[in-house]
Antibody, heavy 118, light 110 residues
């Protein structure tokens, strides 16, 4: 199992950024895929989820990002994306892609750093 | 969507046992047996050590155990070793579209 995030960068407040997570080594459409972030020196924060076809690809978001972030998945490419708009300085964090198996995260990517600063 | 509450730090001497608590509500920890625990060493990716309250993934030492009572879950590390020094996070599946992490606990081996 491998999860590889990409797209992290320095962006100004109010800007947008799109993160991607490429998955391999497992049957991608069997799993929900989540994004989790960790601000510098802080704890883990759940960001959002992309369910799968069994649940009509329903998505869910943390209150802190709802309305600004959008998660989408492409089962044909074994990938999940996180579109981040109206970015705030408090969105600065390492963003991890994580596989949900049952009700826990059994595999994590290495993370990609997003810095929101002027 | 408040975070689950954990003590900021717990410490113990080598060979001792320590317990980390994780307090939620009747909507998450109290409602389901869906608590998981993650170990994170500095600069590393989180690692699953307990799932569904008390189950250990393959390869995780049996020194790690989990339990739950009401709205509070606990992770116990027995026979504490230097390599156990890390941050630990609890987590609870709340619904098909929501999840929550704990505030995190720094474990120090004295």
């Amino acid at each position: 199992v491998q999860l590889v995030e990409s797209g992290g960068n320095l962006v100004q407040p109010g800007g947008s950024l799109r993160l991607s997570c490429a998955a391999s080594g497992f049957t991608f459409n069997d799993h929900y895929m989540d994004w989790v972030r960790q601000a510098p020196g802080r704890g883990l924060e759940w960001v959002g989820r992309a369910t799968n076809k069994v649940n009509s690809d329903t998505t869910g978001y943390a209150a802190s990002v709802k309305g600004r972030f959008t998660i989408s998945r492409d089962d044909s490419k074994n990938s999940v994306s996180l579109q981040m708009n109206s970015l705030k300085t408090e969105d600065t964090a390492v963003y991890y892609c994580a596989r949900l198996t049952g009700t826990s995260f059994d595999y994590w990517g290495q993370g990609t750093l997003v810095t929101v600063s002027s | 969507q408040s975070a689950l509450t954990q003590p900021a730090s717990v410490s113990g001497s080598p060979g001792q046992s320590i317990a980390i608590s994780c307090t939620g509500t009747s909507s998450d920890i109290g409602a389901y047996n869906y608590v998981s625990w993650y170990q994170q060493h500095p600069g590393k990716v989180p690692k699953l050590v307990i799932y569904e309250v008390s189950h250990r993934p393959s390869g995780i030492s049996n020194r790690f155990s989990g339990s739950k009572s009401g709205n509070t879950a606990s992770l116990t590390i027995s026979g504490l070793q230097a390599e156990d020094e890390a941050d630990y996070y609890c987590s609870s599946y709340r619904s098909v579209t929501t999840h929550v992490f704990g505030t995190g606990t720094k474990v120090t081996v004295l």
